[in-house]
């Protein structure tokens, strides 16, 4: 059977592209909202960590009608470092949307995304957005799009997709670059002309392969996926299954949820190509199989690309510990761990060297600071370790991951940013001019990029970007400088004191101010010099009868630097942690004692 009252789609789109400005449209003209309703923009947005940064983190799942047909929408993330939320759902759908700024073109982690769906076989629709701007270049954009599919090794049928020219914004397309519609129906007629409807046999036995989890205090896990064969209803009886091992497991399908709009809607029964959500089956798994008993046919699921990048994340231990947290024990940990480790494909967990210890792999930077973000909001508190990438033996040599970077800065920035690579061990591979700026491409290891964005930003004056998409997999190069920069040091535990601080300034950068508490080891601010540096921010001014207390006020600091997240996470060295709790961010040394610090050095300097 064919389904022609549904079509299946998913919207790839480099980060800040407008995907989800363009879903917006959509559902506004498909009939989701009422014309007088209020919805605020970027709806699918719907985590606060995704709003605040203006990027999708998680694929969702929305539809609205045209026409008769049903459009499964599944909005997927621009970024590489989530990636893994992209390949797994690509299972569920029948063509894809190539969303394209008008202005800068096709970006690497475009290219990632696309390049999985060709390998499927998925029809493509080109959509160039934003072309109201003033800026765009739509027929270099075109250009870079087909030259990008060249590369990719698209098929006939798929370079000639069809062009929508597109502003979502505003909810406008049309089929030529000249003039725009006042609507989208050019983009909904095309999708339901190019794009394949959804078949199979709906009297056969049930399969459905699972693509996402979700999770509910009330009913439990909950599967996601589109039913490849055969017909869902509620209380029957299925099987799980796996394609890689031969274990099944009984069970029933308790609820069945269908994508409308914004909302999921309970449902008594689904067909053949309809994506649902569904829960009763305890302990299922994205890649898993859900089949009828008598015929247990699991599906080959896509292979998820492997983490590069690992980070120990372990109970706090420090001075301050269990203050402003609620979850502090390695129960606690290892719990939420194993809970995120279920609904993200892509990342990994393991046992470290403590019972207290966890090593958590992923995609990137990104990727594990957003976890660690999540986890903190959550009332979670513990301590991470410095990110290391994740090397590999080839052929008996020893290699690590590569990037392929994209940095688009202006001309007098460039020399900065080739020093800068260099340093890195970035190797340029191409250089040329975009509309009065440079645009350069590097292959540079993955650990050469820790720590670098906020240098980057301070060294373009922030008018720079960079992207990076996993290249390959390259012997390890010799000779990479990361930091420059030593730590200042807390002596003694205490509160930090103006005149301690004023004292302390001297010597570097600030990250505190007078009346935090401080403990010894902890790191208090950036030292211009290589090595550490232990200052006392506690010590007080002597009182005597010649000098008095509140003299202190009359001392003028420099505004502290405030540290974000990512910029922890990136100033982070081998022999330091960062302490996370619900309402601090403290970076300490591991050897938390000066003495035992310094006798540690010397050893090494010795060895």
Do not use: W
Request: hydrophobic share 40%; proline share 4%; net charge negative.
């Amino acid at each position: 059977m064919i389904r022609e009252d549904l079509r299946n789609i998913a919207i790839i789109a480099h980060v800040d592209h407008g995907k989800t400005t363009l879903v917006d449209g959509m559902l506004r003209q498909g009939g989701v909202f009422r014309e007088n309703q209020i919805v605020e923009e970027c709806v699918m947005d719907n985590n606060p960590l995704e709003r605040e940064r203006g990027i999708t983190i998680l694929a969702k799942n929305t539809s609205c009608i045209y026409k008769n047909v049903k459009i499964n929408i599944v909005d997927t993330p621009g970024h590489a470092d989530f990636s893994g939320e992209v390949e797994r759902v690509l299972k569920m759908i029948n063509g894809v949307v190539l969303l394209v700024d008008a202005y800068e073109g096709p970006m690497p982690q475009t290219r990632f995304v696309l390049s999985k769906a060709l390998e499927m076989g998925h029809k493509v629709i080109i959509v160039i957005n934003k072309v109201d701007k003033a800026d765009a270049r739509l027929a270099e954009v075109l250009d870079e799009i087909y030259d990008l599919l060249l590369d990719l090794n698209a098929d006939d049928e798929q370079l000639e997709s069809p062009i929508i020219y597109c502003s979502g914004r505003s909810g406008t397309a049309s089929y030529t670059p000249d003039a725009q519609t006042d609507n989208l129906i050019p983009l909904f007629d095309t999708i339901i002309s190019h794009i394949a409807p959804p078949e199979g046999d709906p009297d056969g036995p049930l399969q459905v392969l699972v693509s996402a989890i979700d999770y509910n205090d009330y009913v439990g896990r909950i599967a996601i996926g589109r039913i490849d064969r055969g017909s869902m209803r509620v209380n029957q009886d299925v099987v799980i299954c796996n394609y890689h091992t031969n274990e099944i497991v009984k069970s029933k399908i308790t609820n069945i949820y269908q994508f409308l709009g914004l909302n999921r809607i309970n449902a008594e029964s689904a067909s053949v190509g309809d994506i649902v959500s569904f829960s009763g089956l305890e302990n299922v798994t994205i890649g898993q199989t859900i089949c009828a008993p008598l015929a247990v046919e699991p599906v080959n699921f896509v292979k998820i690309s492997e983490p590069t990048l690992q980070m120990q994340f372990s109970v706090n231990n420090a001075p301050f510990a269990g203050r402003e947290g609620t979850f502090v024990t390695s129960r606690h940990l290892a719990a939420r761990l194993n809970k995120e480790m279920l609904k993200d494909v892509s990342l990994k967990v393991v046992p470290g060297e403590g019972s207290d210890t966890f090593i958590v792999s992923g995609r990137g930077e990104i990727h594990l600071s957003i976890l660690i973000e999540s986890m903190r909001r959550e009332g979670y508190e513990f301590q991470v370790s410095m990110p290391r990438v994740i090397n590999k033996h080839i052929d008996g040599v020893l290699c690590e991951p590569m990037e392929h970077l994209t940095i688009e800065v202006p001309e007098e920035s460039v020399s900065v940013v080739m020093e800068k690579m260099g340093k890195r061990q970035g190797e340029l591979v191409n250089m040329s001019p975009f509309n009065s700026r440079m645009k350069l491409e590097f292959i540079i290891p993955e650990r050469g990029l820790l720590g670098y964005k906020n240098e980057f930003l301070t060294d373009t004056r922030g008018e720079g970007t960079m992207n990076s998409v996993f290249d390959s997999y390259q012997p390890i190069k010799k000779g990479m400088q990361l930091r420059q920069n030593g730590a200042l040091v807390a002596y003694e535990t205490g509160e930090a004191v103006t005149y301690g601080l004023y004292n302390a300034q001297g010597r570097g950068i600030l990250f505190i101010e007078p009346g935090t508490p401080v403990y010894a080891g902890m790191v208090v601010g950036v030292s211009p010099k290589a090595e550490d540096l232990t200052v006392n921010v506690c010590k007080r001014k002597q009182v005597t009868n010649m000098r008095a207390s509140g003299s202190d006020e009359a001392l003028r600091l420099e505004t502290p630097k405030r540290m974000s997240l990512e910029q922890c996470i990136e100033f982070l060295e081998t022999d330091e942690m960062l302490e996370v709790t619900p309402k601090s961010l403290r970076i300490r040394k591991i050897i938390l004692n000066h003495d035992e610090r310094m006798r540690k050095t010397m050893k090494e300097k010795r060895a």
